[in-house]
């Protein structure tokens, strides 16, 4: 059953934008001039002038770290027609990732971007695959036209914190 789903509809789900470690992100392949603050950060993504684009060839290899845990159920990718993302691979909890090993490890997900989710559409991701996510890694292996750079105008997560003193005061509850 496909349906365009709103970041808002979705019950219980928040931007997690202010949950990102920025001292911790990094993009490998990022072009000096079109960084990746300008698809991530609040303001910056919503901006049509200002975008994400990948240097020297169609690869970006994105590392996001969060400054709590979180669960991670929704991702939106935006790019133009012909030069935004086609071929998306997210891994959950893998640091220092490059181009030379990140074949090596298999993806939490793996999503090949359609006009609509370009366009905005979320893409809802294998929750069960993103629980207890301290960081998160994208990988962009190519664009939609088979072009040498890949722009991405915007990216968004979405999900929900795990709450770590609940989860105590289960384990307190269930001890009883």
Known sequence: M???VSST??????????????????CLNQSGSHAIANALKQGYRDDDGLHLASDSDE?????????????LH??????PEEEGPKTVKLFSNKEHMGFSNVGDYPPSDTVVLSDEQLKGQPVILKYVKFQNVRS??????DNQGGDDATTVLKIALFGTTVDTTNMKDLKKIEDH
């Open 2 to 4: 496909a349906s365009a």
């Open 9 to 26: 509809s979705q019950r219980g789900q928040v931007d997690l934008v202010d949950f990102i470690d920025w001292s911790g992100v990094e």
């Open 59 to 71: 690869q970006l290899l994105i590392y996001i770290p969060f400054t709590q845990m979180i669960k």
């Open 74 to 79: 929704s991702i939106v990718i935006k790019g």
């Open 136 to 141: 998160l890694t994208i990988f962009i292996e």
